[in-house]
């Protein structure tokens, strides 16, 4: 799916009490891949991408993403909240790389517990300012077909189908 950033995108909405974002840095690579783990371990993209469904698997993509030369750091953020007790949980991600000019989205999650709130929107608007700081006009990404609360939320915010890909994967139980 695709997104010129230069056409009005919403307005994020603000971070409902308890929840804070955490712009990237290197030490943060490891609750980011908790959060992606978390986030995408029970879904249908962890039998396409097996990586997503593994706490190690999870940890080496994070390092992998964030030691291209094309990683964007301003489109990295980590989505943490505080329970009850004060502790804090990172229940989320986004990171993002530069593709040809656009910048990619990669792997936007939110742990399921924590959906419904708007947090998915918040991660993608500051990942989108972040591109655009970057000089980045236009960003695309990509979405298991299946996946149609996801789909929703990326057209609701400016997004366009662009293409269909198809990949062979293993599925679990089959």
Known sequence: MDCDLREALPAARPLPSGYELVPFSQDLIRQHAIAK???????????????LGRRDGCLRLMREIASR???VPESTWLLRHRDQRGRIESIGT???LQSEGW??????GVQ????GLGLG????????????????????LEVTTENTAAIRLYE???FKRAQVVYKAADVAGV
Not at 37 to 51: G, I, K, T, W
Not at 112 to 115: A, L, T, V
Request: proline letters at 4%; one cysteine or more.
């Open 121 to 140: 929107s918040i991660l993608l608007m500051k990942a989108a300012a972040g591109f655009w700081n970057a000089g980045l006009q236009k960003i695309h």
């Open 69 to 71: 030369p094309t990683f």
């Open 103 to 108: 910048g990619a989205i990669q792997n936007l």
């Open 112 to 115: 399921q517990s924590h959906r």
């Open 156 to 158: 609701r915010l400016g």
């Open 37 to 51: 783990y978390e986030s995408f371990r029970h879904e249908l993209d962890a039998n396409v991408f097996p990586c």
């Open 94 to 96: 986004i990171q993002g």
